[in-house]
Nanobody
Framework: QVRLVESGGGLVQAGGSLRLSCAVS????????MAWFRQAPGKEREFVAA????????YAGDFAKGRFFIFRDSAANTMYLQMDSLKPEDTAVYYC?????????????????WGQGTQVTVSS
């Protein structure tokens, strides 16, 4: 079993920055595709970005390009989401996800492992 634990959420002002962390443990995650999703109240969970653990190949949703940056630290067994120029519409619970294949990478159904989420709130 792969375990994912998110952290780093909080309250920030519009235009501010926040870095989320996803600590990974378990067998086989070094071959996994890892991803960030977010979900606001009353809305569907949406894809933010994904990265392959071994090759650091990155996939990103259009809204995230230029503001959000996904990367991982293999030595620390941690994946990160750096969020800059935050907007109120970025307010959501952010989830870490993982899967062996994750095709297509932008679909929630592609991931078999999920964290519990971390709340991000952006004030205007």
């Amino acid at each position: 079993q792969v375990r994912l634990v998110e952290s780093g959420g909080g309250l920030v002002q519009a235009g501010g920055s926040l870095r989320l962390s996803c600590a990974v443990s378990g067998r086989g995650f070094s071959r996994y595709i890892m991803a960030w999703f977010r979900q606001a109240p009353g809305k569907e969970r949406e894809f933010v970005a994904a990265i392959t653990w071994i090759d650091s190949i990155i996939y990103a949703g259009d809204f995230a390009k230029g503001r959000f940056f996904i990367f991982r630290d293999s030595a620390a067994n941690t994946m990160y989401l750096q969020m800059d120029s935050l907007k109120p519409e970025d307010t959501a619970v952010y989830y870490c996800a993982a899967d062996q294949v994750a095709i297509p990478e932008s679909r929630t159904e592609s991931y078999s492992h999920w964290g519990q989420g971390t709340q991000v709130t952006v004030s205007s």
